[in-house]
């Protein structure tokens, strides 16, 4: 695992269940008595949620796709150098809501260039991947109705519509199918309660 901790990312269309799920196995390891960080992207550190308000607020069109790019690396930036490394070193088992893989998928797909520009600064910036990422399967139209139903004024992405739901499911399977040692992939189309178990046995197959 990486350092002496483990990363642990969760990763999926919007409404799939992912914070849901990210909580309840960061109880679960808990109750076990494992020392768990649980955080979020865009966010997790003081910096870095800042930013997230900056980049989740506002009209749709208020960055280009490469301004975008660059708030969400800084973001994570921040966020890898003040709470994931740290905690990481410290042999905790950090649990994050989304992480690099949410940048190639909904920035990436924008147009021609940009997952490649993702990449890079991926490659110059962050370098880490998780030791194991979640992806919350679901189908779009059951997803965005769980999304919008959670009322808030974070709907810059989520107002993007059904269409690009789609090809973000299919993009994050797609990602999956390249990447099958890191990210396993979940049927989040069940009560929370089942997809928590399903989550828990596979990942602790996986923890040293
Ligand atoms: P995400 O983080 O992927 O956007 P959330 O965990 O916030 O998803 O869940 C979105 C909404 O769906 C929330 O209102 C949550 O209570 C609900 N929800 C989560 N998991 C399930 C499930 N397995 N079945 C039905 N509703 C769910
Ligand atoms: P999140 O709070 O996880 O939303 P949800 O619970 O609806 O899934 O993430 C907020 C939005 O930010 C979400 O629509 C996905 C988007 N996002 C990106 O576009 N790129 C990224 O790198 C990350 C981390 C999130």
Known sequence: MTARGCFISFEGIDGSGKSTQARMLADHLRAQGTDVILTREPGGSPGAEQIRKLLLEGATD??????????????RRDHLERVIDPALAAGKVVICDRFADSTRMYQGIRGAGLRDLVDRLHAMLIEREPDMTVLVDMEP?????RALARAGGEARFETFGAELQTRLRAGFLELAATAPERIMVIDGDRPAAEVAADIAARVEARLP
């Not at 208020?62 to 973001?75: G, M, P």
């Open 141 to 145: 139209e059951t997803g965005l109705e």
């Open 62 to 75: 208020r960055w280009s796709a490469e301004t975008e790019i660059l708030l969400f690396t800084a973001a």
